[in-house]
């Protein structure tokens, strides 16, 4: 590899430099890299190449070329991502465009993370072909760092090219002296190394042109950004530099950098209803890979422009005491009479001052008086936050001064933060998010009795009600809080183990106004010392829908924990709310122990199995983990609907015994049930088969991986009120409907005539819907199924009427294509459905056993 530097300004001087080399070049093929002044401006003299070359007049023959292929990977993502822009760029055909979609949809069923994606063969081969008889340029910005092989994308090795390349992410680059060294390890396939030595040689108007540039390039990719004046782009970048600058120089270890969008709008270079949405787009953007030394000199160069927006008073740089105006002052130093001076005087229209201390012992504060002669930060501050129009992020951790904290009504916050154990350390990437939590400070090491000394957060009422677009709230360590209302808020998942951590006498949760029902995952509320009930209000409407639990022991357990429900979550394992409707007659049963368990297995009349059996029309079982049966063997007379869930240790839903006497049940919703081998047991008695749910219309099912049926069938089967069935993450089931007798024979099918939708996902074992006999179900509508690798039937339509519309079924294409039909007479064919509509995502099929070769 030949090594060359150069002495050249400026683009232009080193876009000709660049053009020089490949005129004096003997070779054919040549690969450059160009690394800009210590990589600076690199990225930008690349740019240009594609846009000057195809209009320059009288070219010589080396720079004549047939293609000119321009690849911008800064933000890198994979080779195969770099292949795609290569082939967009070539304009490949159709099908060859769609084998990537092809292979993306195989890697992400198969859980290959997008950095691991490697190129297509098959393209690369018609990247080779197209262009191996041609001569062409390529020029590349590599966001990744590691050199290339542009071979096993398809450009050709040895063909008649030149290829232009540099390292350079989606940042500002200002490496340190001598890393060139470091660079040239990485180069490999390159023949050229072109460099110059070091950006202090540029004029003034060069940074300012570099800023203007990458100014343009960033706001042309961003609709938000149209009609932005660019000269506010640029600011940002140079308040961007500035902030860096101090993130270098800090002796706190305070990240200034992370927080620029704050400073940004606070500052007003950024303005109006967007304001929040460009400083997020811009953020990533304006970024800077500096060498401290680096950065001081190319600060020392700004710093003496008269036109510049800061100024920097450091005794590290050029005493710049001229008596101008700026924007933002930087003050290290006040160690003359004339510094003083020159503060006062800027500091009539600075919008922005930082005091950088040098070490740890100097002065926090700035001397008294110096704000009397600005005019923008004298302006007197509401007293109160409560009516702040356009607040979206509010931060109030290591106030432990609060008693009550209200906040009603915000329309705009959307993340809220109270750590009683401190500020975090720094590092917050986004205006919306909240400090990560490697950042937050670590629980104090103290015991519960000391919690509500002197020191702790005196916060006991948090209000938050009404705030519509607040998600992210964050509590911790708040020995006091007794009541926290968020009603109406965005929140979806309540989490308490990451999202309300530490509130020991928290006895009032408000969680009304929500559409739809908010998942709490792991609440607790304690049993106070003093406190005679715990609430926890939930509900659309705190007149007509609120619920009030209260579990033994004074403790009081939510946890759906087996997802967050979200807008990522995908459909096919999207699952029903359970039902919530209670009764005059309704029983709630929360945890249990063997006695429990007695109870409910007792003959005797009068106990709990017959209020439960006799009187109840509605019943939640939850939370029972150490019973194998919470449900009596009796006839149930009333009950309407049954939910249980999160019961481990349960055999059966209703064990061997029980009977739907009443014809009364409508719904069963279970969920999570880990050793629950059915539903409803077959009978031990013959009388028992014929009383069997004629009522049921919703059946559904969720996690219960042992389940090998869900109902037992009558001797005379059918379902004639059925309208949903809903089965997902049921591994070991392999019917849904199984006779009430090994030896039971049925002929015929069985009926379901209001059946309109069957929702099956991740069943592997299931083989039909009912075992030994047919379904039909000729109101049927909607089906969906996927995961379902075993299943063979579908339900016979025979009986459907005329000139009603098809089914619609969405299906993997292989367990369609292995379906077993009965024909048109037996109202049982593919024709009698909608196409099926087959999910980008199947599972192939694997072999069983080993191939020894």
């Known amino acids: 590899m030949r090594i060359l530097g150069h002495d050249r300004t400026g683009i232009n001087g080193a876009r000709e430099e660049i053009f020089d080399l490949i005129r004096r070049d003997p070779n054919k093929n040549i690969n450059i890299y160009f690394d800009g002044w210590c990589g600076f401006r690199a990225a930008t003299v690349l740019r240009s190449v594609p846009q000057v070359l195809p209009s320059m007049k009288d070219r010589p023959p080396k720079l004549c070329f047939g293609r000119i292929i321009y690849v911008d990977c800064s933000s890198w993502i994979s080779k195969r991502t770099m292949q795609k822009v290569i082939a967009q760029q070539l304009r490949l055909n159709n099908d060859t465009m769609a084998m990537f979609d092809e292979h993306d949809e195989e890697d992400d069923f198969n859980g290959v993370d997008l950095g691991s994606r490697d190129a297509i063969r098959s393209v690369a081969t018609m990247i080779d072909e197209t262009l191996r008889e041609s001569r062409f340029i390529m020029i590349f910005i590599n966001g990744s760092d590691k050199e290339v092989v542009l071979g096993t994308l398809g450009i050709p090795e040895h063909s008649d090219c030149v290829v232009l390349w540099t390292f350079s992410a989606r940042l500002i680059t200002m490496r340190a002296y001598g890393h060139q060294d470091e660079i040239k390890k990485k180069l490999i396939y390159t023949d050229v190394f072109l460099w110059s030595n070091r950006p202090g040689f540029l004029p003034r108007y060069e940074f300012i042109a570099l800023f203007h540039e990458e100014a343009s390039y960033i706001a042309a990719r961003y609709p938000c950004m149209r009609g932005m004046e660019l000269k506010r782009v640029v600011d940002c970048c140079l308040y961007g530099l500035l902030l860096t600058y101090h993130t270098f120089r800090s002796t706190t270890g305070f990240a200034w950098s992370a927080h620029a969008p704050n400073f940004w709008i606070c500052d007003g270079i950024i303005l109006g209803d967007s304001a929040w949405e460009i400083s997020n787009a811009l953020h990533p953007e304006i970024s800077f890979d500096c060498d401290v030394g680096m950065l001081e000199e190319v600060l020392d160069i700004l710093n003496t422009d008269p036109k510049s927006p800061f100024l920097l008073l450091d005794s590290r740089l050029r005493d710049v005491y001229e008596e101008r105006l700026c924007r933002w002052l930087s003050i290290t130093t006040l160690s003359n009479n004339r510094a003083h001076e020159v503060v006062q005087t800027t500091l009539t229209g600075a919008s922005s001052i930082f005091r950088a201390l040098k070490n740890k012992h100097d002065p926090v504060g700035l001397p008294n008086g110096y704000f009397k002669y600005n005019r923008l930060m004298g302006r007197d501050l509401a007293a109160s936050i409560s009516k702040a129009k356009r607040l979206q992020v509010l931060i109030l951790d290591g106030c432990d001064g609060f008693g009550d904290v209200v906040l009603p009504n915000n329309s705009t916050l959307r993340s809220f933060s109270l750590d009683g154990y401190g500020p975090a350390s720094s590092h917050r990437t986004s205006t919306v998010e909240l400090p990560p939590e490697m950042s937050r400070p670590k629980q104090p090491q103290a015991d519960a009795s000391n919690r509500r000394k002197k020191g702790a957060a005196k916060t006991s009422i948090i209000s938050l009600r ?162 194998s049966s919470a449900m009596p063997a009796k006839s149930w007379n009333y009950l309407r609907w049954c939910r249980v869930e999160r019961c481990p240790s349960l055999h059966a839903v209703f064990p061997p015994g029980a009977v739907d006497v009443g014809d009364s049940l409508d719904t069963i919703w279970a969920s999570d049930l880990l050793m629950a081998r059915c539903v409803w047991s077959k009978a031990n008695f013959a009388y028992h088969a014929n009383l069997h749910l004629k009522r049921l219309r919703q059946l559904h099912l969720r996690c219960c991986p042992s389940l090998r049926f869900a109902l037992a069938m009558s001797h005379r089967p059918t379902f004639p009120n059925l309208e949903t069935l809903h089965i997902i993450h049921c591994g070991d089931l392999r019917h849904v409907f199984v006779p009430m007798y090994q ?111």
């Open 743 to 853: 030896k039971s024979q049925h002929t015929g099918s069985v009926q379901f005539p209001k059946l309109t939708t069957i929702h099956l996902h991740d069943l592997p074992a299931l083989q039909q819907i009912c075992e030994g006999t047919k379904a039909l179900a000729p109101a049927l509508e909607t089906i969906r199924i996927r995961g379902c690798c075993s299943l063979r039937r579908m339900p016979a339509l025979k009986g459907r009427q005329a000139g009603v519309k098809k089914p619609t079924v969405e299906v993997e294409k292989d367990v369609w294509d292995a379906l077993e039909w009965d024909g048109m007479d037996a109202g049982h064919h593919p024709s009698l459905y909608e196409t099926p509509v087959h999910s980008r995502y199947y599972k192939r099929r694997m072999l069983r056993r080993t191939v020894l070769r």
């Open 466 to 627: 009404g705030c519509g677009r607040l998600d992210k709230p964050f509590l911790r360590g708040l020995p006091n809080l007794v009541e926290l209302d968020l009603s109406g808020c965005a929140i979806k998942v309540l989490d308490f183990g990451s999202m309300v951590l530490d509130v020991p006498m928290l006895k009032r949760l408000f969680l009304i106004g929500y559409a739809h029902n908010v998942t709490t995952t792991g609440a607790v509320l304690q049993h106070a010392a003093r406190a005679s009930k715990e609430t926890m209000m939930v509900g659309s409407n705190s007149d007509r829908q609120v619920h009030y639990c209260v579990a033994a022991g004074g403790m009081l357990m939510f946890g759906d924990v087996f997802t967050k429900i979200g807008d990522g979550l995908a459909p096919m394992q999207a699952f029903p709310e359970a039902p919530m409707e209670q009764s005059d007659r309704h029983i709630e049963i929360d945890g249990g122990s063997r006695s429990m368990q007695s109870e409910a297995e007792d003959p005797d009349d009068y106990n709990l199995a017959s209020l439960m059996g006799f009187y109840t029309e509605t019943l939640h079982v939850h939370n029972v983990s150490t019973c």
